[in-house]
């Protein structure tokens, strides 16, 4: 049965990981999930323990029998088109967990269905798709929340809100680095193989332009195509981003400038520094954001205070991933891709004490109970990571990276209308769909 808000109020039991409704034990939430392999695995395996994964969308038809089999499920789709259209008044809830070029879409019609949506970071594969998946969710007035799960790591949390109250006094400069891609960027493509017998290929290429089978796209190697990824940028900077995007509300920078290894507009380059010129908004100071990828880091005196030797005399490595946060007082470094490695301070500047919004739970379950239960109380929950106000925002933020990466060069950007200075650009801010694909 498909549960209904207006039947009752929610409940949590069992440490929060059990889903019942007052008004029936029987009711409960119906879920279809669309990418069921991969990251997709796991967030069908957390949408199960706040309701019933109903339907299943998977491309591949290998990994879609093996979950239909696993939830016990004979809705399976390789379409979700079809799927939300013969479905769509027995599902509640749609998750998306598929390459990033078809996420807008599937969300964008899930949502215009009425149906609370929880997608896959980054929420889309283009700047124009960010902002209109902000306006579709505030139109349809459905819960949403972007799959950034360490958003709900309460160590994070806490950090943001030390650096809107000052923790590193008035911040200059914000320096980002990941090991990515730990995928293949700057190739070519492969050459035209046959489509295995378990790929639905029209499916998987979804809105993209088509092209010919090869190695190297289905399952995690797409993220390295222009037509189907965000590069290292889109794929790992709205999780290493969380922290100063939070504290330091971090949107509609009006300049960005790139250097990068080179690349033929068909695969991302092997390594970027990108730079992001944010402008004073709502009384924080103006500042500078970088971030590096490849093999690029940033420069060694930044970071000098905090790879010195421990008190067992043996020095210690910069994280493979992080964030410097510089300010006048102290800079904040936060290790790991979530800040998950450790957050420290350098001057001997002290923690503040400060109140900020607890997460129900540790990551990654917390981030997602949160959005299960903005669904069942909506009036007094809500997921911190929505689309309307945190994820697109974030996503459009870091998405406008990727055209100074497509020009390797400078780009000067006004985030109200989602325009370039250089007209050509516009291809990238807003993609054409194939037939029968839109928003």
Known sequence: ????????????????????????????????????NGKGKSDVENASKFGKIYALCDADRKFLDLSGRFYKTDNKFTDYREMIDKLGDK????????????????????MKAGKHCYGQKP???????????????????????????????????????????GQVGTVKEVHVWTNRPVWPQGEARGPEKPVPQELDWEAWIGPAPMRPYADGYHT????????????????????????????????????????????????????????????????????????????????????????????????????????LIVGDKCTMYAAG????????????????????PKPPGAPELGHVQEFYEAILDPKNKKAVSNFVDYAGPLTETILLGNLAVWKDGPVKWDAKTLTPDDPSLMAIVKPTYREGYSL
Request: charged share 20%.
């Open 1 to 36: 049965m498909r549960y209904s808000a207006a039947a009752g109020a929610g409940y949590w039991v069992a440490g929060g990981v059990a889903l019942k409704a007052s008004a029936s034990a029987n009711e409960q939430l119906q879920i279809a999930s669309c990418g069921v």
């Open 91 to 110: 599902i509640d809830v749609v998750t998306c967990s598929t390459p990033d070029h078809t996420h807008a879409v599937i969300l964008a019609k899930a």
């Open 123 to 165: 929420l889309t594969h283009s700047i124009w798709e960010a902002r209109e998946l902000q306006n579709i969710a505030r139109e349809a007035g459905v819960v949403t929340q972007m799959g950034n799960q360490y958003t709900a790591f309460e160590p994070m949390r806490e950090a943001a809100y030390r650096l809107r109250n």
């Open 220 to 323: 995690f190697k797409w993220r390295g195509w222009w037509d189907f990824g965000t590069g290292a940028l889109g794929d790992m900077a709205c999780h290493t981003c969380n922290l100063p995007f939070m504290g330091l509300n971090m949107r509609d920078p009006t300049a960005v400038a790139a250097e990068t290894s080179g690349h033929d507009h068909d695969s991302y380059p092997a390594k970027s520094k990108i730079k992001f010129d944010f402008p004073e908004l709502d009384g924080r100071p103006a500042f500078t954001f970088y971030w590096y990828d490849g093999t690029n880091l940033p420069p060694a005196e930044l970071y000098a205070d905090f790879v010195k030797p421990g008190k067992d005399g043996k020095p210690r490595e910069l994280s493979t991933s992080g964030c």
């Open 337 to 356: 891709d979530y800040a998950n490695d450790g957050i420290e301070l350098n001057n001997g500047v002290e923690w503040l004490d400060v109140d900020y």
